[in-house]
C-alpha cells in the first residue's frame, strides 16, 4: 500500500538492481524505493533474539552452501544437496526432534528422509497425511470428487499432522509432498517452524520447476488463459 505501484520484482528490467548492488536504482514498482517504513517497521522484527538468530543461521547455512568463496571474483559453485542443507541448519539450530510431515504418496521417500535424520543423530517424529483416516466426506466431498469414486477415501490431513507435531514438541518439521493447499494449512497450524524439502508434483518426479524451464515449449499451455490451459478447447 505505500508508495508508488504494486511491488513487482518478478518484472524487474533492472541490470544493477537496488536490492542486490550499492548504489543501484529500482523501477517504479520498486518495493525497496518504495516500502522504506514498513521495511524498517519490518526489520525490527530481527531484533526479537529468536528470529534473529534463527534468521542468522539461516544465513549462514546458505552461504555455506557454496564452497571456495575465498576465490575472487567468486564464481558460484554450490556443494550441497537440500537434505544436507535441512541436517546442516538443524543442527545449528541446536534442534534434536524434527517433525516429517509426509504425503502418503511418497512412502519411500519419507522411510529414507527418517533414515538419514536418525543417522545424522536427531530424534524423528513422522506422521502421514492420511493420519486419522477420516473419510473426505466429512468435508463435503462428493463421490465424482474424490480420486477413487464410490469408494471409501481418507482426506489428508495436515491439521491432524502438525497437531500432532506440536503435542510431540518437535523443534523443527520437515515437509515431504504435500499437496497444494494441504502445505499451506500446515505451515498455518504448525508451532514449530517448517521447511519443504520435497515439492509435490505427481507429473513432474516432484521437480515443479520443470513446466517453468520448459514454459517456452511443452508447457507453453500454462501461458493460455484456463486455469489448465484449456480454456476455451472444451
Ligand atoms: S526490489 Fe526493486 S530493484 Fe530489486 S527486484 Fe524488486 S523492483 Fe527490482
Redesign the pocket.
Known amino acids: 500500500m505505500e508508495g508508488k505501484g504494486v511491488?513487482?520484482?518478478a518484472k524487474?528490467p533492472?541490470e544493477d538492481?537496488?536490492?542486490?548492488v550499492e548504489g543501484?536504482?529500482?523501477?517504479k514498482?520498486?518495493?525497496?524505493?518504495n516500502y522504506g517504513k514498513t521495511i524498517e517497521r519490518t526489520m525490527r522484527e530481527y531484533g526479537k533474539s529468536q528470529v534473529r538468530e534463527f534468521a542468522r543461521m539461516a544465513s549462514i547455512q546458505e552461504a555455506e552452501c557454496y564452497i571456495d568463496r575465498h576465490i575472487q571474483p567468486y564464481v558460484l559453485h554450490p556443494v550441497k544437496p537440500r537434505v544436507q542443507e535441512v541436517c546442516e541448519f538443524a543442527k545449528k539450530m541446536g534442534y534434536r526432534k524434527l517433525g516429517v510431515a509426509f504425503c502418503a504418496g511418497l512412502p519411500s521417500e519419507a522411510q529414507t528422509l527418517n533414515r538419514i535424520l536418525e543417522a545424522q543423530g536427531f530424534e524423528v517424529v513422522s506422521v502421514v497425511c492420511k493420519v486419522g483416516a477420516t473419510p473426505k466426506e466429512k468435508i463435503g466431498i462428493r463421490q465424482e470428487e474424490k480420486i477413487w469414486i464410490g469408494q471409501f477415501e481418507s482426506m489428508c490431513s495436515p491439521i491432524v499432522q502438525a497437531t500432532i507435531l506440536n503435542e510431540e514438541k518437535t523443534d523443527f518439521n520437515i515437509l515431504v509432498g504435500l499437496c497444494v493447499g494441504h502445505d499451506s494449512l500446515f505451515f498455518k497450524y504448525s508451532d514449530a517452524f517448517t521447511t519443504v524439502l520435497v515439492t509435490k508434483d505427481r507429473v513432474l518426479g516432484h521437480n515443479p520447476v520443470a513446466a517453468l524451464y520448459t514454459s517456452g515449449t511443452y508447457y507453453a499451455r500454462m501461458l493460455r488463459p484456463g486455469i489448465d490451459g484449456t480454456d476455451g478447447a472444451g
Open positions: 511491488p513487482a520484482c524487474c533492472v538492481k537496488i536490492c542486490l543501484g536504482k529500482g523501477p514498482f520498486c518495493p525497496t524505493e
